[in-house]
């Protein structure tokens, strides 16, 4: 298959809009394609991928007019995230999306996306979970223990400061039931964590007690500063014996 270039994508899309009733010209005054009817102006620029240059270029002709098209050959993948993070970007950016697919004799044009006034609060409004969660996230946590922008390195989460947490408790204490460790502070997903016992750090050892094991007791040990923490809450938070 010949390789495609830029100059290819121009042919399809002057075409549908010269069935449109367009006037259609290339290349004026730095716009890619530009396309005229009853005093509405569409820019249309082209890329053989979507990239910061296309989107710069784009947002630019955002000047001159509210029709900005940005087209690139029909991607292989239209199912995958990066993809689907790329759409919400072009619509934030306001701008309209057309893909051209070159798979068959004639090229076919998919407007993926127009362009038009990004509801911000709207998408907030539909994001309430995730901003949920990112909070619950948040307000689980006793400190940062982590350095942003870190790759390839294990991150504390509060899902991991609450097993660090149980486990404090079990290394004092000994043996428990997640109803008495709940009330030791150590919060309503106890019976969770010890159940589903994701990073093996805790053990039944009868029926509604638990108990922490060796490797729990060794990697709990790769978190000074959280144990310490927690064995100082546990301190003073516990007057007497535990409950068994």
Not at 21 to 43: H, P, S
Request: hydrophobic content about 30%.
């Amino acid at each position: 298959m010949t390789k495609l270039k830029e100059s290819d994508l121009y042919q399809p899309i002057q075409k549908h809009f010269h069935k449109q009733g367009y006037q259609v010209n290339g290349e004026v005054n730095d716009c890619d394609l530009t396309a005229m009817k009853e005093g509405e102006l569409v820019i249309v620029e082209l890329k053989l991928s979507l990239n910061i240059e296309l989107l710069i270029q784009a947002t630019k002709r955002q000047r001159l007019t509210d029709l900005v098209y940005i087209a690139i050959p029909k991607p292989k993948r239209l199912r995958s995230k990066r993809w689907n993070d790329i759409r919400h970007l072009v619509r934030r950016l306001e701008l309209g999306l057309i893909t051209v697919s070159f798979t068959t004799k004639t090229p076919k044009l998919d407007f993926a996306i127009h362009p038009e006034a990004f509801d911000r609060k709207k998408v907030m409004r539909n994001s309430k979970k995730k901003r949920a969660s990112l909070v619950k996230e948040i307000e689980g946590r006793s400190a940062d223990y982590n350095v942003g922008g870190s790759n390839k390195t294990k991150i504390m989460t509060a899902y991991k400061e609450s097993c660090i947490h149980i486990a404090c408790c079990l290394e004092k204490h000994g043996p428990m039931s997640p109803k008495n460790l709940t009330k030791l502070g150590t919060g309503d997903k106890t019976p969770s964590i010890l159940q589903k016992n994701y990073y093996r750090w805790f053990e039944r050892v009868k029926r509604g007690v638990y108990q922490i094991t060796d490797s729990g007791r060794e990697e709990m040990q790769k978190y000074p500063e959280l144990v310490s923490y927690y064995s100082q809450k546990i301190e003073e938070n516990q007057e007497g014996s535990a409950p068994r």
